[in-house]
């Protein structure tokens, strides 16, 4: 069965990095894009960033230009997500998601990650 | 980049009750809309893609509709298991792929 299976929750200091891995199984790895999607307490879902597993192409949100990178790596099957220069702000679940718009030509988010609880506090 | 608002951004509603949700595009995205419910502590859950397309195993009582700016979840029979909260998202002009800013439904 599809899975996506993301890291443990992470505590980081303001300015310190954070990368977060979202491990695929259960499907094709190169046929999806992975997407990083997050939630702040009381807050919506926003969309950060996607990343293409076949030729590693990523397009980011405009709020996180700068301080986000997505990397893959296929051989594990793996996506990463690594958030730089951290603010009390960034505190939030971090959701990694399946998208088969590679294939089928149109987007939506199928399968999600568990979520990964980022703190961020000095 | 496209923005989306939902009304109302909370209800209350009883087991059994129809709800309706709505959604609206700045500008017209065709039907290139997904709902998604989403309960504290889960991840959130794929229930309409391309604006009326039941996503599989997602209960009937879903449906989606709507096309150019104007969008609508609609839950026919309220269940126990349907408090939660609602997005819709456009994929049209993306990134970013924007979702909307969320209906909370709640036990009356």
């Known amino acids: ?122 | 980049d496209i923005q989306m608002t939902q009304s109302p951004s909370s209800l209350s509603a009883s087991v059994g009750d129809r709800v309706t949700i709505t959604c609206r595009a700045s500008q017209t995205i065709t039907s290139f809309v997904n709902w998604y419910q989403h309960k504290p502590g889960k991840a959130p859950k794929l229930l309409i893609h391309a604006a009326s397309y039941l996503q599989s195993g997602v209960p009937s009582r879903f449906s989606g509709s709507g096309s150019g700016t104007f969008f609508t979840l609609t839950i026919s029979s309220l269940q126990p298991e349907d408090f939660a909260t609602y997005y819709c998202q456009q994929t049209h002009t993306a990134p970013p792929y924007t979702f909307g800013p969320g209906t909370r439904v709640e036990i009356k």
């Open chain 1, 1 to 122: 069965q599809v899975q996506l299976v993301q890291s443990a929750a992470e505590v980081q200091k303001p300015g310190a990095s954070v990368k977060v891995s979202c491990k695929a199984s259960g499907y094709t790895f190169t046929n999806y894009y992975i997407h990083w999607v997050r939630q702040a307490p009381g807050q919506g879902l926003e969309w950060m960033a996607i990343v293409n597993p076949t030729d590693s192409v990523t397009r980011y949100a405009q709020n996180f230009q700068g301080r986000v990178t997505m990397t893959r790596d296929m051989s594990t099957s793996t996506v990463y997500m690594e958030l730089t220069n951290l603010r009390s702000d960034d505190t939030a679940v971090y959701y990694c998601a399946r998208d088969p718009g590679y294939s089928y030509g149109y987007n939506y988010f199928d399968y999600w990650g568990q979520g990964t609880l980022v703190s961020v506090s000095s």
